[in-house]
Nanobody
């Protein structure tokens, strides 16, 4: 059974940092794209970042480029999202997702598995 378990969310002041983790289990993800998406209240889910497990290619939404970094730890089967210089508009539930054929990587519909989400709240 595939499981994606996010952790690391919380409350932080604007300008602060958080690191989200996504622990993946239940299958071999070496050929998967791993993505982070977020959804703010009253808004649609939006793409944040993605990484190809094999090769490590990374992709970012323009809104987070240069502030967020996606990475992976092969030994721990875990994907991370380091978030720096956080802004109130980054407040959302952040979801981890895994997709075997996630092309385009920014499309949530291309991902096969989703975590339960973790809340990130940035106060001004």
């Amino acid at each position: 059974q595939v499981q994606l378990v996010e952790s690391g969310g919380g409350l932080v002041q604007a300008g602060g940092s958080l690191r989200l983790s996504c622990a993946a289990s239940g299958r071999t993800f070496s050929r998967y794209y791993m993505g982070w998406f977020r959804q703010a209240p009253g808004k649609e889910r939006e793409f944040v970042a993605a990484i190809r497990w094999s090769g490590g290619n990374t992709y970012y939404a323009d809104s987070v480029k240069a502030r967020f970094t996606i990475s992976k730890d092969n030994a721990k089967n875990t994907v991370y999202l380091q978030m720096n210089s956080l802004k109130p508009e980054d407040t959302a539930v952040y979801y981890c997702a895994a997709g075997l054929r996630a092309i385009p990587y920014s499309s949530g519909s291309k991902y096969d598995y989703w975590g339960q989400g973790t809340q990130v709240t940035v106060s001004s």
